[in-house]
C-alpha cells in the first residue's frame, strides 16, 4: 500500500502481464536471454511439467487428448518471491512484500528482458492484486471489526444466531467496480480457516484485485500499473479500514 507501516497483515502480492501471442518456440524452452537478464534477482530455475486436456478435431470428428506441458519458474535466493513465464503472460508473486518500489523494479527487468528477447510482445492485461489476511488476537468477540474495519464490510454479521438457526461457518462476499478504463475486484469476508466447523478464529480477508483490460503499448507498463497501484491503496485506506487497525500496523 501507499502508506508505509512498521508492518502489515499481507499475505500474498501478484502482478502479471498478459501478452496477445504465445513466446515464440516456448515449448522448446525459455530464450536463454532472458534467465540470464534475471539472474541477479531470481536466480534459481525450477522446470514444470503439466498435463491437462485439450480438444482434438480431425475429418470433423472431436476428440479429447491429454498433453503435457512445461512451465518455468525462477526463485529469488529466499523463496520469497518468484515469476512464472508461461505461453500468454507472466507474474510475480510475493510471500513477502517489501515495497511497491520493488515490486515495479522486479517487473520492468522481467518484462524488459522478454520484450528484447522476443518480438510482437503486445500487451493486453494488465493486473495487480493485494491480498490482506487480518488477524486480531486476544478478543473474545471474533465478529466485531468495528474498530478495525468499515462497518459495511461486516454487517451482514450481525445477523440474529440462535441455536437452532445455525451459526455462521463463512461469511464472504465479492464486489466489482468499473473504473471506466479499468477495474477492481474486492473479495471479502472472513474465510474461516476451519470451514464448514463454525468461525473460532478472528481472521478477516481483503483481496483487491484490480486490472486493466485493453491494447496497452509497451511504453506505458509503468504507468498503468501504478495507476492500478493507487486505485487499491485509495480503497485500502480510505474506504476499507479504520484507525484501530493503523495503530496495531504501525505499533507491532
Known amino acids: 500500500m501507499a502508506k508505509k507501516y512498521k508492518t502489515t497483515f499481507l499475505k500474498q502480492v501478484l502482478v502479471r502481464v498478459d501478452f496477445q501471442n504465445a513466446l515464440v518456440d516456448y515449448e522448446k524452452g525459455i530464450n536463454p536471454a532472458v534467465p540470464k537478464a534475471i539472474a541477479n534477482i531470481f536466480p534459481t530455475m525450477v522446470e514444470h511439467k503439466i498435463k491437462h486436456l485439450q480438444v482434438k478435431i480431425e475429418n470433423t470428428?472431436?476428440?479429447?487428448?491429454?498433453?503435457?506441458?512445461?512451465?518455468?519458474?525462477y526463485y529469488a535466493?529466499?523463496?520469497?518471491?518468484?515469476?512464472?513465464?508461461?505461453?500468454?503472460?507472466?507474474?510475480?508473486?510475493?510471500?513477502?512484500y517489501d515495497s511497491f518500489g520493488v515490486l515495479k523494479k522486479d517487473l520492468l527487468l522481467v518484462f524488459n528482458s522478454l520484450i528484447k528477447s522476443y518480438v510482437e510482445l503486445n500487451i493486453t492485461r494488465i493486473g495487480l492484486r493485494y491480498i490482506d489476511e487480518i488477524e486480531i488476537k486476544g478478543e473474545e468477540d471474533v465478529f466485531d471489526w468495528k474498530n478495525y474495519l468499515n462497518p459495511k464490510l461486516f454487517s451482514d454479521l450481525s445477523l440474529p444466531l440462535k441455536k437452532d438457526r445455525g451459526f455462521i461457518s463463512r461469511a464472504f462476499s465479492n464486489l466489482e467496480f468499473n473504473y471506466g478504463d479499468h477495474n477492481l475486484i474486492l473479495k471479502y469476508g472472513m474465510f474461516n480457516p476451519d470451514y464448514p466447523s463454525t468461525i473460532k478464529k478472528k481472521v478477516f480477508i481483503l483481496d483487491s484485485d484490480a486490472y486493466k483490460r485493453d491494447n496497452i503499448p509497451n511504453e506505458e507498463l509503468e504507468t498503468v500499473l501504478g495507476q492500478l497501484h493507487d486505485r487499491i491503496s485509495t480503497l485500502f485506506e480510505n474506504r476499507l479500514i479504520r484507525d484501530g487497525l493503523r495503530e496495531i500496523m504501525n505499533d507491532r
Open 77 to 96: 535466493k529466499d523463496r520469497k518471491k518468484h515469476t512464472r513465464i508461461e505461453p500468454t503472460d507472466f507474474y510475480i508473486q510475493y510471500d513477502k
Open 61 to 73: 470428428q472431436q476428440s479429447m487428448q491429454q498433453v503435457e506441458q512445461k512451465l518455468w519458474t
